[in-house]
């Protein structure tokens, strides 16, 4: 093989991967962290700080890298499950403890918020949202017992 032959070789295998890496390098940085990964993240840290631990103290007993620890604290990098346990276990947390609360179902407190008249009584407020909803979701309205009646006005 002559010297201009590895050297095109060379260059393109350089390119290549220049090209890959800067490719890579792109997605990395337009795809955002995950909101639930910085919440576990800010848990994390909250309870460590509480606890009095440094990072250095933490990473060493969970067997993972002060760096990594300081990643996965501001969201950076997302937690396994099996993680979450160990990060539970080392703050004396449930694991639950550490994750954001469920999202609420918006559809009802959309409902509420419906521009209708002020003068209106709760009950009657809360029989529209559920009309709405009916109509939305194509359920059937909420049965109240006796609140199911229309009140006149």
């Not at 050297?7 to 890579?24: K, L, P, Q, S, T």
């Not at 990643?71 to 099996?82: A, F, M, T």
Request: glycine content about 4%.
């Amino acid at each position: 093989m002559s010297i201009h032959t590895r050297n095109y070789f060379a260059c393109v295998e350089h390119n290549a991967c220049g090209i890959d890496i800067r490719f890579a390098w792109v997605y990395k940085q337009s795809v955002p962290p995950d909101p639930i990964y910085k919440h576990i993240g800010a848990q994390i840290r909250a309870k460590r700080k509480k606890l009095g631990l440094k990072q250095e103290a933490l990473a060493s007993e969970l067997r993972i890298s002060r760096g990594s620890l300081a990643n996965i604290e501001i969201g950076r990098q997302s937690v396994l499950v099996h993680q979450l346990y160990k990060f539970a276990t080392a703050l004396h947390l449930k694991p639950f403890d550490l994750m954001p609360p469920p999202p609420i179902d918006h559809s009802e407190a959309e409902h509420t918020n419906l521009p209708i008249p002020s003068d209106l009584k709760a009950q009657q407020k809360k029989q529209i949202a559920n009309l709405f909803l009916q109509v939305d979701t194509n359920q059937k309205p909420e049965k109240e017992g006796s609140h199911a009646k229309t009140t006149k006005r």
